[in-house]
């Protein structure tokens, strides 16, 4: 996308997903702090990136810095495996007009996104299955994914790609991050042991495929298809498995699509893989 093309997608509230590359993010009330984010945007990465150094002892990178209410939210996404997106939130002191060196996260949220990474890693091979699948299928029948830059400025919930994204169910399997923190050097046969061990390997992770039409309509026998194809696929990771196909439009300050979406849910409809 050229400058100018850049710059009109920016001024535009609702984009098509293919030219969708994060412009426009932000949080509730992050235009009461955008200018003093765009300022101190070094400082805020800075800080980011030094909590989670310390906190986690994890080299990660800053993929965007969004202006939030009272804060600003950093988007970081992991430089080795395990491979995962999250975030921390950097405090605005808005009296003062200052950043702060106070770095937050919401509880729980970068433990369970490593937490995927490590499945991720745990089961590599069946991934790539997976990856086969979604792309096969999606061209097969005309749908498309997020673009590689709205992956990396608007998505910070764990182990994602442009199709699909992992949600660990209930608790996770904090032992497994616990032990991993502990000892990064173990190996992807001794991870994937330890979450066959768990009680209910196959619904301990969610495995969302997300995906977007071309144009505006949505053909459900196509959907349908994809979701039969699923059931019938062997190869892929355990996990309780939703197929959503979304519409082609996406609210850029969100990132998330408009209108209603179609396919199955975890939790109601899902399909479950062993």
Same mark, same amino acid.
């Given at each position: 996308?050229?400058?100018?093309?850049?710059?009109?997608?920016?001024? $535009?509230?609702?984009?098509?997903?293919?030219?969708?590359?994060?412009?426009?993010?932000?949080?509730?009330?992050?235009?009461?702090?955008?200018?003093?984010?765009?300022?101190?945007?070094?400082?805020?990465?800075?800080?980011?990136?030094?909590?989670?150094?310390?906190?986690?002892?994890?080299?990660?990178?800053?993929?965007?810095?969004?202006?939030?209410?009272? %804060?600003?939210?950093?988007?970081?996404?992991?430089?080795?495996?395990?491979?995962?997106?999250?975030?921390?939130?950097?405090?605005?002191?808005?009296?003062?007009?200052?950043?702060?060196?106070?770095?937050?996260?919401?509880?729980?949220?970068?433990?369970?996104?490593?937490?995927?990474?490590?499945?991720? +890693?745990?089961?590599?091979?069946?991934?790539?299955?997976?990856?086969? /699948?979604?792309?096969?299928?999606?061209?097969?029948?005309? /749908?498309?994914?997020?673009?590689?830059?709205?992956?990396? $400025?608007?998505?910070?919930?764990?182990?994602?790609?442009?199709?699909?994204?992992?949600? +660990?169910?209930?608790?996770?399997?904090?032992?497994?991050?616990?032990?991993?923190?502990?000892?990064?050097?173990?190996?992807?046969?001794?991870?994937?042991?330890? /979450?066959?061990?768990?009680?209910?390997?196959?619904?301990?992770?969610?495995?969302?495929?997300?995906?977007?039409?071309?144009?505006?309509?949505?053909?459900?026998?196509?959907?349908?298809?994809?979701?039969?194809?699923?059931?019938?696929?062997?190869?892929?990771?355990?996990? %309780?498995?939703?197929?959503?196909?979304?519409?082609?439009?996406?609210?850029?300050?969100?990132?998330?699509?408009?209108?209603?979406?179609?396919?199955?849910?975890?939790?109601?409809?899902?399909?479950?893989?062993?």
């Amino acid at each position: 996308m050229d400058k100018k093309s850049n710059e009109d997608a920016v001024s $535009k509230k609702e984009v098509a997903v293919q030219d969708y590359t994060g412009q426009g993010f932000i949080f509730i009330d992050g235009d009461k702090t955008k200018d003093i984010v765009a300022e101190n945007k070094d400082l805020i990465s800075k800080y980011a990136l030094d909590y989670f150094k310390e906190k986690y002892d994890t080299d990660v990178v800053v993929n965007n810095v969004v202006p939030a209410r009272n %804060a600003a939210v950093v988007i970081l996404e992991s430089e080795e495996e395990p491979q995962f997106n999250t975030s921390v939130i950097v405090s605005i002191d808005m009296n003062k007009k200052k950043v702060l060196d106070s770095v937050t996260s919401e509880e729980g949220s970068i433990a369970q996104s490593i937490q995927t990474g490590l499945y991720a +890693m745990a089961y590599e091979d069946k991934f790539s299955n997976l990856d086969k /699948f979604v792309k096969s299928n999606s061209e097969k029948y005309g /749908f498309i994914g997020l673009t590689d830059e709205a992956v990396k $400025k608007t998505r910070d919930s764990g182990y994602v790609t442009n199709y699909y994204y992992l949600a +660990m169910q209930g608790s996770g399997a904090s032992n497994i991050s616990n032990l991993y923190m502990a000892n990064k050097n173990i190996n992807k046969d001794s991870l994937k042991s330890l /979450f066959e061990k768990e009680k209910n390997p196959e619904t301990l992770v969610g495995i969302v495929i997300s995906l977007y039409t071309k144009d505006k309509t949505v053909d459900m026998d196509k959907v349908n298809s994809i979701i039969t194809n699923l059931k019938n696929a062997e190869g892929l990771p355990p996990g %309780a498995y939703a197929v959503i196909v979304n519409g082609n439009i996406i609210d850029v300050t969100s990132g998330h699509a408009i209108g209603d979406s179609v396919g199955t849910s975890i939790g109601v409809d899902e399909i479950v893989k062993k």
